[in-house]
């Protein structure tokens, strides 16, 4: 069974985290995650940039 946290916020989603999604990423690929979600709130914007961090991490 795996496990994945269903609610993260980015640095995007304003005055409501400063998670930096490369780092979000990478700490993930580093613990062995297989995958992971975004839940910015009112904004996509970070959307892309985790689709591709995810992507080139085979997340």
Known sequence: ???TIL???SGYSLL???IDLY???MTAKTLGYE???LTDEGVLHGAIEFYNLC???NI
Do not use: P, W
Request: charged letters at 20%; hydrophobic letters at 30%; a positive charge.
């Open 16 to 18: 409501k985290s400063t």
């Open 23 to 25: 780092k979000y990423v």
């Open 55 to 57: 992507r080139s991490q």
């Open 7 to 9: 609610q993260v916020t």
């Open 35 to 37: 995958k992971l979600s």
């Open 1 to 3: 069974m795996t496990f």
